[in-house]
């Protein structure tokens, strides 16, 4: 990975240079240093640019001080992460803003307007044209209980930002019909505003703020090897995928690079995720259209899956297996080549009787579709992008250790709709089962990189620096930040880490597919559907609350 | 379901034994640990506190205060003190109060002072 760091001016010469440098497999992330003035104007060029998606918007404050000490440190500095997928590299825009305005990105770029939302809260500045911003991610309540500070990244907006979509218009016939936040046993908090006339979605807004935790917050401070504890419980379904963007973060930052077999060890462990959570989604496709027996047999599956991992790698949902520069936990090739066929035959079993049942079918299909302009226009990710036909697949686009040597084929589809999602799950789960064999036979196991200054055969353990233990990283070692990425089972999930000098975090922004890819469920759920029709959407999302109020 | 009421009335009960059988994949899932009090002084003590990322763990006075219910069963304290810890095999917890998953383990070894608090400790 190569970290590139220029002016503005120098934007069309690196974007050209971005594709020789991935043509040598150089992974590139390019940091560029825009002047708050220049920034609409870089947005604009960057959103015509081919193959380029605004990937993430976040914000920090603006030296070391930041952190729980926000308040104190200088301008906050704006980020905006570019995946130049058709270039295979990543650009990072900087941008210090000084006073409480910026430009307003999402009136280029209609994906950031959740990031602006987001920013506003927790940094209080907010983009210029004074259009409405929504609560994404503190209640209203935090503000105002005595004695606790709300777990805030920065300074305070000035206004607390109001309650209600910002578009959103009751008229007519229309009536809007409150759902949750406490939903059916299991499902997570979530509030969906339902308009509508009778039966027909007519809008659909959500709020997300009640599960809340301030997960960003609670890792300042703490060394990346302590915050992989928060990062992997930040949305347990997705502990694999976004606890390795967030461990190639930390290890750009930190100079490592993990050895081989564990690199393979981390794969097969992403690969098991997706396989297990393809089979959830079978399960609750099931449920939504109310074929229990057809659950019953996805759920099967999904058990069997869930046991595949605790044999092969000590923990049913794959915690503990990703280290920062390596792999705590390597597989029981043994045990994955007995039991994954079986496991995954079950799954394979359900699959093909639901394929055969018109009565299913019917409700998946030409249900919750997305068009291939809003998945790219909302930036989506992941198998609900790749359904719209957007291609992107960080395993492909933006390939690391191991997949650049075994890379994945990408399934896609064009019709964009609930069974469309559907066939792409089923389509990955084999590619994932493949690719699982592969790994295995190249070897996989264990292991950490050995950081820079560690004596061999000194008093440390191999593997462990100072920082591992708990004490500072390096003496004098200068804050540094990486960009990390993975291709979790619901798509890219990112993670940017910015250390001090002694190896802690001052700021770590954790983006997992879910953040993405709930600003398309509710175009997806107003596309001349009906109320039943939500669970089904939401079901062939997959998506978790939990992912995107972390 | 008329199956299950007779069979319950046949047999004056109206649930199934549990478990009904082991449960083989048991073996593989990570569970909570056991301490052995002999091996424990106070500076491991504050190791382990210090080392356990969902603070299920703290010194009190010469005892180890070990909160199961806020235990994850992360593995952090076996590898921090493998003469110490081991992983106690149980993952059925079910107490009636909460005060009943809280235990306090004599440290047995005694010696060892207290440690000073270290850089790793949670901010």
């Known amino acids: 990975m190569t970290a590139v760091r220029a002016g503005a001016a120098a934007l069309p010469g690196l974007l050209s240079q971005l594709g020789r440098d991935a043509a040598d497999d150089a992974r590139p992330v390019i940091t560029v240093a825009v002047p708050a003035a220049s920034l609409e104007d870089a947005v604009r060029r960057l959103a015509a640019h081919p193959g380029a998606r605004l990937a993430d918007v976040f914000a920090a404050g603006g030296g070391p001080a930041a952190g729980r000490d926000a308040a104190a440190a200088g301008p906050v500095v704006l980020r905006l992460v570019w995946g130049l997928d058709a270039d295979r590299g990543y650009l990072i825009t900087e941008s210090e803003i000084e006073g409480e305005r910026y430009p307003a990105l999402s009136d280029i770029a209609p994906a950031a307007f959740y990031e602006e939302c987001e920013i506003y809260e927790q940094f209080g500045i907010r983009p210029g044209g004074g259009k409405p911003l929504n609560r994404v991610a503190l209640p209203p309540q935090a503000a105002t209980t005595p004695g606790q500070a709300p777990p805030r990244l920065g300074r305070a907006p000035v206004e607390p930002p109001g309650d209600v979509h910002a578009l959103h218009h009751v008229g007519g016939h229309a009536f809007e019909f409150p759902f949750g936040p406490v939903r059916q046993v299991g499902v997570e908090s979530l509030y969906y505003g339902l308009v509508t006339s009778g039966e027909e979605v007519v809008d659909l807004y959500l709020f997300t703020w009640h599960k809340h935790r301030g997960v960003e917050w609670r890792l300042q401070g703490r060394t990346p090897r302590e915050a992989l504890f928060q990062v992997e419980r930040t949305e347990g379904l997705g502990a694999v995928g976004n606890a390795w963007a967030f461990a190639v973060a930390a290890e750009a930052a930190l100079g490592l690079e993990p050895p081989a077999p564990a690199a393979r060890a981390r794969a097969v462990a992403l690969e098991l995720e997706r396989l297990y959570n393809h089979a959830a989604a079978t399960a609750a496709l099931c449920q939504s259209t109310g074929l229990v027996i057809g659950q019953a047999a996805a759920e099967i599956a999904l058990e069997r899956l869930l046991r595949v991992n605790a044999a092969a790698f000590g923990h049913r949902y794959l915690f503990g297996v990703v280290d920062i520069g390596g792999a705590a936990a390597g597989p029981d090739a043994a045990v994955l080549r007995r039991d994954l066929p079986g496991a995954y035959g079950e799954l394979c079993r359900a699959a093909d009787a639901l394929l055969a049942t018109n009565s299913f079918l019917d409700r998946l299909e030409a249900t919750g579709i997305l068009t291939q302009e809003a998945a790219r226009r909302l930036g989506l990710v992941g198998p609900v992008a790749r359904a719209s036909g957007v291609a992107t697949d960080t395993r492909v686009d933006h390939p690391g250790p191991p997949y650049a040597g075994l890379p994945p084929a990408v399934a896609a589809a064009t019709a964009g709709d609930v069974l469309a999602r559907f066939r792409v799950m089923l389509a990955e789960s084999a590619e994932s089962v493949r690719l699982i064999g592969d790994l295995l036979d190249a070897g996989a196991g264990p292991g950490r990189a050995e950081p820079v200054g560690t004596e061999p055969g000194g008093s440390q353990p191999r593997g462990e620096t100072r920082e591992a233990r708990g004490g500072p990283a390096r003496a004098g070692m200068a804050a540094r930040s990486g960009l990390g990425w993975a291709e979790s089972s619901r798509g890219e999930a990112l993670a940017w880490v910015a250390l001090d000098d002694t190896g802690r975090i001052t700021r770590a922004r954790l983006r997992p597919a879910s953040v993405r890819n709930w600003r398309g469920f509710d175009d997806a759920c107003r596309s001349q559907n009906v109320f039943t029709d939500i669970p089904i959407i939401e079901a062939s999302f997959w998506l978790t609350v939990a992912g995107t109020s972390r | ?123």
């Open chain 2, 1 to 123: 379901m008329t199956l299950w009421f007779l069979r319950g009335l046949r047999r004056g009960v109206v649930t199934t034994r549990y478990p009904a059988r082991p449960d083989a994949s048991a073996a593989a899932l990570p569970t909570p640990p056991a301490f052995r009090p002999e091996a424990l002084t106070r500076a491991l003590a504050d190791r382990l506190a210090a080392a356990c990322p969902s603070r299920a763990l703290a010194r009190d006075g010469d005892a180890l205060v070990f909160d199961v219910g806020a235990c994850t069963a992360c593995g952090r304290c076996l590898a921090e003190a493998p003469g110490a810890a081991t992983s106690s095999g149980e993952f059925e917890l079910a107490a009636t109060l909460p005060a009943h998953l809280v235990k306090r383990i004599p440290l047995l070894a005694g010696g060892g002072a207290a440690a000073p608090a270290t850089e790793g400790g949670s901010p």
